[in-house]
């Protein structure tokens, strides 16, 4: 299977503990996103690497979450202290930027971590 | 504030006919508009995008339309099958503003029944 691939699929951890995930990317494509979902709701934007570099985080992204993007592969989004609120299915998600042969940022998903505080 | 909006939550048809699933956005500097389905536990699939320069594109059983002086746009699925039933998310983006990112409607659920 050569799309975006994430792990865990689930992880249930404890309110205050520190949670890692990882995405890999589709093998080609030099752009990686990170959104995350919650019932009811469309994914919600959280950050983005352009090769290894963070070019785009938003408000959502607190001092308790920091993504990184090693080499420009794989990615790791980490949250620390974890919270009731931060329940929800973490998505990631890869681009080919201009020039390739894939239009312009259509972003493909994977399967996503859901992730439960308790 | 919800800048992409999918007033309906849910939508039924039946087999064969069409489904035609609206979006409503309300920031002019959206430029590239794509629509995802996605089934339980799985990730959001890819099924059709749009620029802003046109306002039709095709591709197969699906159609999007784009009327930007109304900021709407719909994906037209004909005919629906039951294969088709999952939750369809709109999503914008405004690339000439440097932004990568994808601002996502709430999504409207589809039931093609057979």
């Known amino acids: 299977d050569t799309g975006v691939s994430q792990n865990p699929r689930h992880k249930i951890t404890k309110r205050g503990q520190n949670v890692t995930f990882r995405c890999d990317p589709i093998?080609?494509?030099?752009?990686l996103y990170w959104y995350r979902q919650t019932l009811g709701q469309g994914p919600e934007f959280l950050t983005y690497?352009?090769?290894?570099?963070?070019?785009?985080k938003s408000r959502l992204l607190s001092d308790r979450f920091s993504a990184e993007r090693p080499k420009g592969s794989f990615s790791t989004l980490e949250i620390q202290r974890t919270e009731q609120g931060d329940s929800a299915m973490y998505l990631c998600?890869?681009?080919?930027?201009?020039?390739?042969?894939?239009?312009?940022?259509?972003?493909?998903f994977g399967a996503g971590t859901r992730l439960s505080v308790l | 504030d919800q800048q992409v909006k999918q007033n309906s939550p849910s939508l039924s048809v039946q087999e064969g006919r069409i489904s035609i699933l609206n979006c409503d956005y309300t920031?002019?500097?959206?430029?590239?508009f794509l629509w995802y389905k996605k089934y339980p536990a799985e990730g959001p699939t890819f099924l059709i995008s749009?620029?802003?320069?046109?306002d039709k594109n095709e591709d197969g059983r699906f159609t999007v339309f784009l009327n930007k002086s109304a900021k709407h746009l719909s994906l037209h699925i004909v005919p629906s099958q039951p294969g088709d039933s999952a939750v369809y998310f709109c999503?914008?983006?405004?690339?000439?503003?440097?932004?990568?990112?994808?601002?996502f409607g709430k999504g409207t659920k589809l039931t093609v029944n057979p």
């Open positions: 998600a890869s681009s080919l930027g201009e020039g390739g042969r894939l239009a312009k940022n259509i972003q493909y």
């Open positions: 093998s080609e494509h030099n752009r």
């Open positions: 690497f352009q090769n290894e570099a963070q070019l785009e």
């Open positions: 920031n002019s500097m959206f430029d590239y």
């Open positions: 749009i620029s802003s320069i046109k």
């Open positions: 999503a914008a983006s405004a690339t000439q503003g440097g932004s990568e990112k994808l601002v």
